[in-house]
């Protein structure tokens, strides 16, 4: 195996690190990491679960690039850079590169469906208390988007929105009241139109062309309901 420096930035320290980590083609950062916690620093607090790009739980900064840290890899940075992790800068941090992600989570509708129908058998029933468990839709809630948007106050943030939307895309009749929610002002209209949220997500949500999907639907409807109110 060939191996790498890398720098990690230690957030109750106030420190950069340097470990030096074996790797081969395969090797993520996230392999990186528990091969420093377990072999030389088991002080070291990041988060991580799946490790295949389900969970959410791995975003950080590598190079200055958000990325799920599960998915990325080492032989994927040109071995003349070096290889600098830090923790995703607006996040609640709590340690080294872990935050916590309460305040981000808190954004979504309390009233968001989580559950889905399978593709692959539309009749199988879904099993009890399913709802406490399933993820919504494809968004893994990692985080990355917020995280790259340059609003980052008084907003509800890219992945609450894009929930949003996805809400009014299942039930086309409920659309007035997620509207209104999405019509709020810390929402739809504090958006910059940057896309980054749309650039970073891992899993295609697309955030950024949801917000812009909902802002045309406020808009339309602010437009139907004028029309209506004009006199004959
Ligand atoms: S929309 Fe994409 S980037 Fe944002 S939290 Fe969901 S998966 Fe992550
Ligand atoms: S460890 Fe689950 S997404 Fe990276």
Redesign the pocket.
Known sequence: MKERTVTVYRTAKKTVDEFTVPYNERTTILDALEYIRLQKDPDLMYRQSCHHGSC?TCGMAVNGEFVLSCIKRLADIPEDQAVRIEPLPTMHQIGDLAFDPAEFFNEFPDDIEYKRVSEVNTDAPVPRDMEHYERFES????????TSCPVTEDWMG??AL?SIHRMIEKNPDDADTWLDRAADKRGVERCTKDFS?SR????G?A?GKRITLLGSMIKKREKARASEEKPE
């Open positions: 959410g968004c893994i809630e990692c985080g990355l988007c917020v890219p992945a894009a949220c970073v997500c891992p899993t949500v955030p």
